[in-house]
């Protein structure tokens, strides 16, 4: 029985040495976009004789979907932890990512009589800015008017729209990197409403609130298009 322990631990070693220690796998990769589903797999074809590994995040465990981080992020739906130990993987997966997930994950997959193998690598998430642009001020003219806005500093790029007040649906102009916008072929003499959002590499969010302000075009009408007023003087 000795024989074959020593046997059996001997071979763990020479495939590590050849080359076959378990690793990590992400897809669609380490550096996502909030909202990604990623699935993270521990590959330990080498070990298939073994209990499955324990995932660690930020070295916090997360063996089993009711202890650790999972309990603190599970809501029903959003992750899962899967063995399949005949071929030699598990898969922990979160769906909707968020830069709460970012992190290190670390793989330890149990070896008998010798020390844990930890494969790890580090989680990237990129969330656009929980910002809501504020001090959205206007510079009108008569067919055109200048936004100004207080940027964020996690921003890359900002989003400015704009619409009458009887109009449903928003206009967009370019998008630009600094916390200004230019917006043409205004008509003259009418109230507009503007918003501007803040993004980044992964978007806009569409869970906060919008800064909004308005403004009103210069009139460029004369007297006589405006026609006969009457002036009633105070008493």
């Known amino acids: 029985m000795g024989s074959l322990f020593l046997l059996f631990t001997t071979s763990l070693v020479i495939a590590a040495v050849n080359g076959e220690q378990p690793k990590l796998s992400f897809e669609p990769g380490m550096n996502v976009n909030w909202k990604t589903d990623v699935s993270i797999t521990c590959i330990y074809e080498a070990y298939t004789t073994r209990d499955p590994p324990d995932f660690t995040h930020n070295n916090v465990a997360i063996a089993s979907p009711v202890s650790g981080y999972l309990a603190e992020i599970n809501d029903g739906s959003r992750v899962s932890l899967e063995h399949n130990t005949a071929e030699g993987m598990s898969v922990w997966t979160i769906r909707s990512v968020t830069a709460a997930d970012s992190g290190n994950i670390l793989c330890m997959v149990p070896l008998q ?13 990129l969330e656009p800015p929980s910002y809501t642009v504020a001090d959205i001020a206007a510079t009108p003219d008569y067919t055109s008017a200048e936004i100004t806005f207080t940027g964020s500093d ?56 919008v800064g909004e302000g308005s403004f009103t075009t210069k009139d460029n009408r004369t007297p006589e298009m405006l026609g006969d007023v009457t002036v009633t003087p105070e008493a």
């Open 113 to 125: 009589g010798i020390s844990p193998t930890t494969p790890s690598t580090t989680l990237t998430v």
């Open 154 to 209: 996690d921003a890359t790029k900002y989003k400015c729209e704009y619409k009458t007040l009887e109009e449903a649906t928003w206009t967009a102009v370019d998008e630009v990197t600094e916390p200004s916008c230019s917006i043409s072929d205004l008509t003259p003499a009418t109230v507009y409403s503007v918003r501007v959002m803040a993004g980044n590499a992964a978007d806009y969010r569409d869970d906060i609130t």
